[in-house]
């Protein structure tokens, strides 16, 4: 893209326990012109097992009308992409502060992940 500075478009979706997949959106300004391998890789490493988040722990918007069954359901989202675009950013928060939205709910995140981060 010959953009000199490109927003970044945050693709995600939710995918609930009968395996239906609701897809989401949101373009981020990209102040600092990261590319979209470097953005990449500094949301996966802080999402739980480097795909999934909960979107109330960062700012991103839960999908509304949604069924829910808490017993088969759950409530994380997951990171599917990053995409350079010159669309405008539709979302009050840039790529810098998802990140910090991200990594000041690492506790939570830990204690969100249902795998464990050490062998037995």
Not at 33 to 61: M, W
Not at 79 to 92: M, R, V
Not at 108 to 115: F, G, I, N, P, V
């Amino acid at each position: 893209m010959s953009v000199s500075n490109p927003n970044l478009k945050f693709e995600y979706l939710y995918l609930d326990g009968a395996n239906w997949k609701t897809w989401g959106e949101i373009v981020i300004d990209n102040r600092n012109s990261l590319s979209v391998e470097e953005a990449t890789q500094k949301i996966r490493s802080l999402l739980i097992d480097g795909e999934f988040f909960n979107p109330d722990h960062c700012g991103i918007k839960r999908f509304q009308n949604l069924s829910f069954d808490p017993s088969i359901d759950h409530e994380w989202y997951e990171f599917h992409q990053l995409i350079e675009t010159e669309e405008k950013s539709n979302s009050a928060i840039s790529f810098d502060q998802l990140l910090k939205n991200f990594s000041s709910n690492l506790p939570q995140r830990l204690q969100d992940s249902k795998y464990p981060k050490e062998p037995l």
